[in-house]
Antibody, heavy 120, light 107 residues
Framework: EVQLLESGGGLVQPGGSLRLSCAAS????????MTWVRQAPGKGLDWVSTISGSGDTSYYADSVKGRFTISRDNSKNTLYLQINGLRAEDTAVYYC?????????????WGQGTLVIVSS | DIQMTQSPSSLSASVGDRVTITCRASQGISNFLAWYQQKPGKAPKLLIY???TLQSGVPSRFSGSGSGTDFTLTISSLQPEDVATYYC?????????FGQGTRLEIK
């Protein structure tokens, strides 16, 4: 059974940093690209970043480029999102998601999400 | 970047009704289009990928169609458990943009 479990969210002051983690199980982690999607309270889904299965290619939304860094440790089956320079507009539930196929795709499994609140 | 526009933003229909939600891409995306269902407080769930392929385990009352720039999600006979917000997403290339969502309610 595929499982994705996010952690690392919390209350952070503007300008602060966080590292989100997503522990994966139930599939060959290194074979699939992984993605972070966020959802601000009461708003829609917002694609944040995707990393290839090997970890050598990554993509970012313009709104987070230069502040967020996606990475993965295939030996630990874990996906990360390092978030620096947090802003109020980064307040959201952050979901990790697994690509449906190995060649760049939509997402057939999602975690339960971790809430990041940016406030002073 | 390619923009994804859904319509309507919200929709109210009766149990048993046929419901259609539209998604339009600002440029052609072939069939790299997915539909998700999100219930309150839950993670999104993949319903349809490649514009018209039903994800395993999804009821057959859900269907998708379209190619290029215009896509539709259809629920053939609305059920109470279909109350949710529905999102389209393009995934041909980054950014993998979502539509703004369509909130579906029971009348």
């Amino acid at each position: 059974e595929v499982q994705l479990l996010e952690s690392g969210g919390g209350l952070v002051q503007p300008g602060g940093s966080l590292r989100l983690s997503c522990a994966a199980s139930g599939f060959i982690f290194s074979a699939y690209a992984m993605t972070w999607v966020r959802q601000a309270p009461g708003k829609g889904l917002d694609w944040v970043s995707t990393i290839s299965g090997s970890g050598d290619t990554s993509y970012y939304a313009d709104s987070v480029k230069g502040r967020f860094t996606i990475s993965r440790d295939n030996s630990k089956n874990t996906l990360y999102l390092q978030i620096n320079g947090l802003r109020a507009e980064d307040t959201a539930v952050y979901y990790c998601a697994k690509d449906r196929s190995s060649g760049g795709s939509c997402y057939n499994y999602w975690g339960q999400g971790t809430l990041v609140i940016v406030s002073s | 970047d390619i923009q994804m526009t859904q319509s309507p933003s919200s929709l109210s229909a009766s149990v048993g009704d046929r419901v259609t939600i539209t998604c339009r891409a600002s440029q052609g995306i072939s069939n790299f289009l997915a539909w998700y269902q999100q219930k309150p407080g839950k993670a999104p769930k993949l319903l349809i990928y490649a514009a018209s392929t039903l994800q395993s385990g999804v009821p057959s009352r859900f269907s998708g169609s379209g190619s290029g720039t215009d896509f539709t999600l259809t629920i053939s006979s609305l059920q109470p458990e279909d109350v949710a917000t529905y999102y389209c997403q393009k995934y041909n290339s980054a950014p993998q943009t979502f539509g703004q969502g369509t909130r579906l309610e029971i009348k």
